[in-house]
């Protein structure tokens, strides 16, 4: 179990790109590493800066705040007109990224990786008209063996 973080992210994205009910919410390809590039398409979701505590209990156990960050805007039509405001967008999100992982068991090198609770969801305003933004932090354990 060296590198928790890099494991525990690449288990957590490649369960959502393979959520068909997820990937209605966000489509596979704007589902991004945490070292993507400015700008990306909205909606996206992307790791966001995660916790590790030291062990606890025994040497096969490590607990983490696993972040994830979610950019949507108001989805629109061809010809602008507004199909979905951004706070229902955003919502649809962030419940499909929830139902998604709320309870998840993954494989993980080493061990599984349970994603135990939904610790914390902030909502707030983008930067930019019609857009806003969510960080939705789970609580994991990862078990080896």
Not at 10 to 28: E, T
Not at 75 to 83: D, E, H, I, P, Q
């Amino acid at each position: 179990m060296a590198d928790l973080l890099v494991a525990v992210e690449k288990a957590a994205l490649a369960h959502l790109k393979a959520d068909p009910a997820f990937v209605s919410a966000i489509p596979a390809a704007q589902i991004l590493t945490s070292d993507a590039g400015a700008n990306p398409t909205k909606p996206f979701v992307k790791p966001g800066t995660a916790i590790v505590s030291p062990y606890t209990g025994h040497r096969k156990r490590r607990a983490m705040r696993f972040p994830l960050y979610i950019r949507a805007d108001a989805r629109k039509s061809g010809t602008g007109a507004v199909l979905e405001l951004a706070r229902d967008h955003m919502g649809r999100c962030v419940s499909a990224l929830c139902d998604s992982l709320y309870r998840a068991r993954l494989p993980v090198p080493g061990g599984t990786a349970r994603f135990e609770l939904v610790n914390d969801i902030r909502r707030k305003v983008d930067g930019e008209a019609d857009a806003l933004e969510a960080n939705i932090e789970f609580r994991v354990t990862v078990m080896a063996g």
